[in-house]
């Protein structure tokens, strides 16, 4: 059974503090992801990574960054945490051989005051 | 124009009819769809993905991809007040990205 889990459930952070929010999966999933997730907007996509050290920019990436290190971690980076990033964080890893079907974590719900 | 549309809803479906789920996508290269469930504070799960045109079912859902039109749609038989959720259309596109639609909101009455 496919597992990804995220070091957060809820976070409520200061304007300007610096975030890290941490993704690890257990099935050695080469695929990574980062998303966002607002009312009426749906899913965006913030990094991605498809190997170790690697990572791409996905559609909305400023303001934040990301770190793979170990093949089961992904952790994104809000540098200095704005109001307009308050939003419902989800993490996804995927296997290129199995049809790039993405399993999501449960999901940080952060709120930045 | 989005990549991918859906109607928001919410659908409102009697308990035991056919749910009817629409997503029309704007790139006619992508070959991959897929839709995802999610109940409200959780996060999306897969629940069916198709490839080629036609229909594919899996229990009480049935999968439609008509990739001339550029729609896929998810039909939900006997739905049941456990559908209750929001339903994600997402297609992997002819650059490999996969583009998530807004996803439409389906309440199952009893």
């Known amino acids: 059974d496919v597992k990804v889990t995220q070091s957060s459930r809820y976070l409520v952070k200061r304007t300007g503090e610096k975030v890290f929010l941490e993704c690890v999966q257990d099935?050695?999933?080469?695929?990574m992801f980062w998303y966002r997730q607002d009312p009426g907007l749906g899913l965006r996509l913030i990094y991605f990574?498809?190997?170790?050290?690697?990572?791409e920019k996905g559609d909305i990436p400023e303001g934040y960054s990301v770190s793979r290190e170990k093949k089961e971690r992904f952790s994104l980076i809000l540098e200095s945490a704005s109001t307009n990033q308050t939003s419902m964080y989800l993490c996804?890893?995927?296997?290129?051989?199995?049809?790039?079907?993405?399993?999501f974590g449960p999901g940080t719900r952060l709120l930045v005051l | 124009q989005k990549e991918v549309e859906q109607n928001s809803g919410p659908l409102s479906v009697p308990e035991g009819a056919i749910a009817s789920l629409n997503c029309t996508y704007s790139?006619?290269?992508?070959?991959?769809f897929f839709w995802y469930r999610q109940y409200s504070g959780k996060s999306p799960e897969l629940i069916m993905s198709?490839?080629?045109?036609g229909d594919k079912e899996d229990g009480r859902f049935t999968a439609q991809l008509n990739k001339a039109s550029q729609y896929v749609s998810l039909l939900i038989r006997d739905s049941q007040p456990s559908d209750s959720a929001t339903y994600l259309c997402?297609?992997?596109?002819?650059?490999?990205?996969?583009?998530f639609g807004a996803g439409t909101q389906v309440v199952v009455t009893p």
């Open positions: 099935m050695d999933h080469e695929n």
């Open positions: 790139d006619r290269g992508s070959q991959s």
């Open positions: 990574s498809y190997d170790v050290k690697m990572k």
């Open positions: 996804a890893s995927s296997e290129p051989s199995s049809g790039e079907t993405q399993y």
């Open positions: 198709i490839y080629s045109n």
């Open positions: 997402a297609v992997k596109n002819s650059w490999g990205k996969l583009q």
